[in-house]
């Protein structure tokens, strides 16, 4: 079962579906946002929650000229 839900996209907010105590952490993020790839990171004062990194796709203008020659 889910423990949260998103409340925003626009703004990326989460609540929580459950009643908690009022601990609080701060969180800095970090988004590396590359021609080739994307990368993103939240950090507290000593180690670091979460890391990804995404590759972008660099076929679509292949994929377009592809799709344009087939037209023709």
Excluded: C, N
């Excluded at 939240?42 to 994929?63: N, S």
Aim: net charge positive; hydrophobic share 45%; charged share 30%.
């Amino acid at each position: 079962m889910a423990k949260l839900r998103l409340q925003s996209l626009s703004l990326l907010q989460l609540k929580l579906l459950y009643e908690s105590a009022e601990y609080t952490q701060p969180i800095s993020l970090g988004v590396d946002a590359g021609s080739k790839t994307i990368g993103i990171s939240a950090a507290a004062k000593k180690e670091e929650l979460y890391a990804a990194e995404a590759e972008l796709r660099t076929d679509a203008v292949d994929l377009l000229s592809t799709k344009r020659a087939f037209r023709r």
